[in-house]
């Protein structure tokens, strides 16, 4: 299966604390956090389904917003995780593994059974 056919509704799941965790790294603006999605395996996240999020995210108070000047282009849109956007972060990181270890052991249940049928 390639990044391009995740179920998307696993990736509206995960999409939230995989943006969280890259900007953990420090303030990046909307194509580079989407060029960071893609490489890390996501596949594409289109803009339309990525500025929504930063805007939900701003409006929590878990993300700041700094219009930077581009090297001779336009002006680019940075976000960067406040205190509380990144405890929010950890957080999030956290119960994400909690919840991916307890759905992990139970689907890997069905690899065990499948590998006896064959």
Known sequence: MT??????????SVLGVCVLRTLLDGPNYGYAITQNLTAAGL????????YPLLGRFEESGFVEVEWRPGDGGPGRKY??????????ARSMAEL???FTKTTRELTDGALEKRRELT
């Open 43 to 50: 596949g594409t996240v289109k803009g339309g389904t990525l």
């Open 3 to 12: 990044p391009e056919e995740w179920p998307s509704e696993w990736m509206r």
């Open 79 to 88: 976000f960067s995780l406040t205190d509380q956007g990144r405890a929010h």
């Open 96 to 98: 994400w593994a909690d």
